[in-house]
Structure formats: C-alpha cells, structure tokens
C-alpha cells in the first residue's frame, strides 16, 4: 500500500483540490477530532455502503486511522484499491502523529472549564 508522509499530506489540504481524506475510525473517534476536511469512513460494511460517494477511480485519496499501530486505514485502503480506486494512500502516523506535531483538527468538543 502507498503511503503519504506527515509534510506531503500536510501540503495536500492545504491546497486540496479534489482530494478526498477518510478517516478509519469509529464514530465516537471522529466526534473528537478530525483532520482537516476529513470525513469519517469506518467501519468496513459502512464503507461498502458508502463507495458510491466516492467520485471517479482517479480521485486522489487519503486515509488515515489513530496512529502507526492502528490497521484500519491499510483496511479501507485495501478495499478501496482492490474495488478499482488507483491514487489511495495511507497516512501511517495519523491522527497521533498529526497532533503530536501541533497540526489542528477540526469538530472537537471541547469540555468546558469549572
């Protein structure tokens, strides 16, 4: 499986064009941040169901999960190449690597103070 490196991905959303970012991460995952534009595509019945969103073969995709021991976005990935999708790439570190390096996500809740 192709991967993406933090910089090279960082330089994709910040001029994103027709890139499509998927986050492999349960629901509750997702509602704590995301990264930027990205939409959550997890589980894999959910992403079969959902492929048709997709756009064309060609579209440019990225996916991504917790961090480097997380599998799940090598899973969506899999699936999405093997159903004909020809640019995909992981993003190993993922969300982990993208905070511990101070990169903003995007739809966390965040508790207020007492």
């Not at 997380?70 to 993208?98: E, M």
């Amino acid at each position: 499986m192709r991967t993406i490196s933090r910089d090279e991905f960082a330089s994709l959303i910040a001029n994103p064009g027709n890139l499509l970012l998927l986050e492999a991460l349960p629901e509750t995952y997702y509602r704590q941040g995301y990264l930027p534009g990205a939409r959550r595509f997890w589980p894999v019945e959910y992403v079969r169901e959902q492929m048709h969103d997709l756009g064309t073969s060609d579209v440019p995709i990225v996916v991504y999960c917790a961090s480097e021991t997380c599998a799940n976005s090598d899973q969506v990935a899999k699936l999405l190449a093997d159903i004909g999708y020809t640019d995909v790439r992981v993003y190993k570190g993922g969300k982990a690597d993208w905070q511990a390096a101070g990169l903003p996500v995007e739809g966390a809740v965040v508790a207020a103070s007492a």
